[in-house]
């Protein structure tokens, strides 16, 4: 992620400002999100998940072979991860676009399948044609993210409170946001 002062130029230079965060929104948007954001004094007003249906194919129990490979069985399992992205997104009170990072070997069925299945748990999906297409494949996208801030129905919030002992915002961060139990720690 960049620095907080090149954040906080871009926003006194432009009416949106873009920052790529890291990967996934477990590693990247939660340290974004809980480190960065109130550290600086940002408010995110909109947040992206980015995807392939090669990744979810991967998630889905493909093997590397069968990665470009149309496959509904791999997508259907391959999306629970997304799913769990989408979810850790609406924790810290932000409804996330969803990118869909669209390549030639992609199939209508399973775009299809990603759209449809976002839109149930209440996130739009958007097919991003950039590899193809240069900027003006990812104009849907652009259109989605400004539509998202503009309504102005997500509401940034920390995970945790920055008063909790370390312990506390350890076990916050690990049994919300990558599903463990519990923590225990040692010497």
């Known amino acids: 992620t960049n620095s907080i002062v090149a954040t906080k130029m871009g926003m006194s230079l432009s009416d949106y400002v873009v920052t790529e965060a890291g990967f996934g929104a477990d590693l990247g948007a939660e340290k974004f999100l809980d480190i960065k954001c109130p550290v600086g004094g940002l408010k995110p007003k909109a947040l992206v998940i980015v995807?392939?249906?090669?990744?979810?194919?991967?998630?889905?129990?493909?093997?590397?072979?069968?990665?470009?490979?149309p496959n509904m069985d791999y997508i259907k399992k391959g999306f629970e991860n997304l799913e769990k992205h989408i979810e850790n997104c609406k924790k810290f009170g932000l409804n996330a676009v969803v990118a869909i990072n669209n390549f030639y070997t992609d199939s209508d069925e399973e775009i299809n399948y990603v759209v449809e299945k976002c839109a149930s748990l209440g996130v739009q999906a958007v097919v991003s044609k950039g590899w193809g297409d240069g900027g003006n494949g990812t104009m849907d996208l652009a259109k989605a993210v400004v539509a998202v801030i503009e309504s102005k129905k997500n509401n940034y919030k920390q995970l945790y409170d920055w008063n909790l002992p370390v312990e506390e915002k350890?076990?916050?961060i690990a049994t919300q946001i990558y599903g463990a139990d519990d923590v225990t720690y040692s010497p």
Not at 51 to 69: D, Q
């Open 51 to 69: 995807a392939t249906v090669r990744a979810l194919r991967h998630h889905g129990g493909a093997k590397p072979e069968e990665y470009n490979t």
């Open 170 to 172: 350890i076990k916050t």
